[in-house]
């Protein structure tokens, strides 16, 4: 079922950032000619759950499969462009994820960009310093042996609108 909301609704998407060694899983697509970065995920659908969305659309975007998820961070994103209001739910595997990343939707290339690169993507939204302390918190717990348990590192964050929006 496509999805489609009306104009004064705001929109819920749920993201997963999932890191190996010092790369992070994007999902490269186009948006009005020009090349666009994001995390997986997309809009929660209306008989789902926010953990659901997020693992269905990182299998559908990547072949990856997820087990436990955590809130990493929720954003608040105005596109002013289109006049859309946005909160993307971003949530992180705790246990790993299982599979190769894979192309499996037409015209989004999922790849494993490594940070030192992310500042030169057009990522939407601009979250390249939340990526970048969400890894250095996931690599503090690899390095304790304890996984965050839910604690979310930001509560709520403002994203930046994308430039000529």
């Keep these: 079922m496509p999805y489609s909301v009306s104009a004064n609704a705001m929109e819920t998407r749920c993201s997963v950032a999932v890191f190996r060694d010092e ?5 490269r697509s186009e ?5 666009v970065w994001k995390l997986p995920g997309g809009h929660v ?3 789902e759950g926010l953990i659901a969305c997020a693992r269905r659309e990182l299998y ?3 072949g990856l499969l997820a087990g436990r998820l ?19 739910i971003v949530l992180f595997p705790t246990g790993g994820v299982d599979g190769e990343a894979e192309c499996r939707e037409e015209e989004r290339e999922p790849r494993f ?6 500042h030169a993507l ?3 939204p601009r979250i390249h310093t939340q990526l970048h302390d969400l890894r250095d918190l996931q690599r ?17 964050h403002r994203a930046r609108p994308a430039a000529g929006t």
């Design 31 to 35: 948006e009005n000619g020009s090349p």
């Design 60 to 62: 559908e975007e990547t």
């Design 70 to 88: 955590h809130c990493a961070f929720i954003l608040d994103v105005h596109d002013r462009q289109s006049g859309r209001y946005i909160v993307e």
């Design 23 to 27: 790369s992070v899983l994007l999902v």
């Design 45 to 47: 659908r209306a008989d």
């Design 113 to 118: 960009v490594p940070m030192a690169e992310l």
């Design 140 to 156: 503090r717990d690899l390095a304790d042996g304890e996984p965050s348990q839910g604690a979310s590192l930001y509560p709520l």
């Design 122 to 124: 057009p990522l939407r």
